[in-house]
Structure formats: structure tokens, C-alpha cells
């Protein structure tokens, strides 16, 4: 998707199937997760489940440790960009909004809310009023 757009269901019956299905995504995200964790505990715990120092562990086990933990940032990190919930409050059960150059979905309300706190800050900072350097390009790409 190259542009920004809202994603907006009013029938109450497709919201809920909207929902369950985001939920059963998120779910299924997470349980991958768990065995990316569980998998990487049991690579970092000796026998009695003590933690071994990384520094400890041998290099084809500090190797896939690694890579179970990139697998885990990747999946966790694709959810939070998805449709399925709000990159900004974690929300999964709300309309969308998709910032393309941000390739992440907001829900309306943090959007509204994005909205109105740069147009303060930009207000503030034409008074002269705000010190901080804003982050004039994440602001703008709400717009």
C-alpha cells in the first residue's frame, strides 16, 4: 500500500469478525514467540536452570541463541506493524489509519491525538515557547 487511508468498518457484525481474526493473528504471533523464548532459555540455562553467562556459552549455541532472538524481534516487530494492532497503543479492536512512510498502522484515535500534539508543538515552537527539536517528520506523516 503506497498511500495513506483509513480503514473503517461500521457493520458490528464484520467488526467482530475483524477482531476475532486480528486476535487469532496476534495469538498465533505470540505463541511463536513463546517457543522462540522458551528455545533461547533453554540455550542460556544450565541443567538446573541457572542462567550461563553469554560470554559462557559455546559459538553454534551463542550462534542460534542469536538468531532465535532476531527471529523473535522480527515477528514481534511485524505484528506491531500490521493491521492487527496500533502501532502507537498496542489496540487491536479499533479502525485504521496506514502511515505509508512509516509503513505502520495507527489507529483513529492516536491518530487524532498525533495530530493534535504537533500542531501544539508546531504552535509552541512559532511562539518560541518549545525548547526541543520536534520530530517534524513523524508530526507531518500524519497528514
Known sequence: MKDKRIIRIKDSRLRNIRNGLRMLLIRASSAEERRFHNEMNQIGSNDEGDPIPMGELEPLQLKRFRELQQLENESDDTVR?????????????????????????????????????????????????????PDDEFGQSFY
Open 81 to 133: 506493524r500490521s493491521i492487527c494492532m496500533c502501532r502507537h497503543c498496542g489496540k487491536p479492536d479499533q479502525d485504521m489509519y496506514y502511515n505509508y512512510p512509516y509503513r505502520s498502522w495507527y489507529c483513529v484515535e492516536c491518530v487524532d491525538f498525533l495530530r493534535g500534539a504537533y500542531a501544539k508543538m508546531q504552535a509552541k515552537k512559532a511562539r518560541g515557547e518549545y525548547t526541543c527539536d
